[in-house]
């Protein structure tokens, strides 16, 4: 199968990690609904990558469930901010190198802190994005802690 080659995938295969590629069609605002409806997979496999960025204009990233949002007051709190907020998708953009419905936690341009919501480790498979719209990627949760310095939190709530 061909699958586009993203900086993420370049960065996984210097790593050598194994990943299953699917790539589908890209469905604007379609978000982790769509995907997991086309891939067959539960919503709660399909983890987000998001952009935030704290009240000192500091940015990071959060994975998270598919059908989860993030609760930027436990965020902030974990963080000892006063406030997170996503970026606006420009600027999300240029931070990753990523469009936004593309963002990848792989490969990313501005090296970021990553935070990934603790109950992700504890699936057996994920569903990530490649690096492109319509491009996921399966792999083992503990990648992320492999390839990525990734702490974990406990800031989602159920959509």
């Keep these: 199968m061909s699958y586009p080659i993203t900086p993420a995938i370049r960065v996984l295969r210097e790593k050598k990690v194994e990943f ?3 790539v589908f069609e890209y469905v ?3 978000g982790t609904r769509h995907s997991s409806e086309v891939l067959g997979v539960d919503e709660h496999a399909v ?5 935030f960025e ?3 204009r ?8 598919g059908d989860f949002q993030v609760s930027t007051k436990n965020l902030a709190r974990h963080l000892n901010v006063k406030t997170v907020a996503p970026v606006a998708p420009e600027k ?3 931070l990753t ?3 936004i419905g593309g963002t990848s936690p792989f490969g990313v341009k501005t090296k970021m802190p990553v935070y990934a919501e603790k109950t992700i480790f504890d699936l057996p498979r994920i569903y990530i994005n490649g690096g492109r719209r319509g491009f996921l990627i399966a792999i083992e949760p503990r990648v992320l802690k492999e390839v990525l310095r990734v ?3 406990e800031t989602g709530i159920k959509d």
């Design 54 to 56: 704290t009240s000192e």
């Design 151 to 153: 702490e974990e939190i």
């Design 28 to 30: 604007e605002k379609g």
């Design 92 to 94: 999300a953009t240029k």
């Design 20 to 22: 299953e590629p699917y």
């Design 97 to 99: 190198g990523y469009l």
């Design 47 to 51: 983890v987000k990558t998001l952009v």
């Design 58 to 65: 500091k940015p990071l990233i959060v994975l998270m469930h």
